[in-house]
């Protein structure tokens, strides 16, 4: 059974920062992409930053050169450094896992954690 456990979040002033922490648990085959995704209240579910297994990273236009996702392979944790925040990046922040949990092709699968609240206010 993979898990994936999300910390970090917390109630921040405008212009702070926030690091995000999601350590995945069990048995994942083979990871192809790690990232985070957010969803406010009343808005589109908006995926916020993924990197792939070979390091490649995207991030949502919101958000370039803000944040900062990394990974540190050998604890299986991926990372979403956050600053100067703003009021509209207050949302549920969501740890993502694309993987294989097997060598089977058909075995892809998405894991996501239960998230963590991101709340920028001063």
């Known amino acids: 059974q993979v898990q994936l456990v999300e910390s970090g979040g917390d109630l921040v002033q405008p212009g702070g920062s926030l690091r995000l922490s999601c350590a995945s648990s069990?048995?994942?085959?083979?990871?192809?992409?790690m990232g985070w995704y957010r969803q406010a209240p009343e808005k589109q579910r908006e995926m916020v930053a993924i990197?792939?297994?070979?390091?490649?990273?995207d991030y949502a236009d919101s958000v370039k050169g803000r944040f900062t996702i990394s990974t540190d392979n050998a604890k299986n944790t991926v990372y979403l450094q956050m600053n100067s925040l703003k009021a509209e990046d207050t949302a549920v922040y969501y740890c993502y896992v694309k993987g294989y949990r097997s060598p089977l092709p058909q075995s892809v699968t998405d894991f996501r954690g239960r998230g963590t609240q991101v709340t920028v206010s001063s």
């Open positions: 069990g048995s994942i085959f083979r990871i192809i992409a």
């Open positions: 990197i792939t297994s070979d390091g490649a990273t």
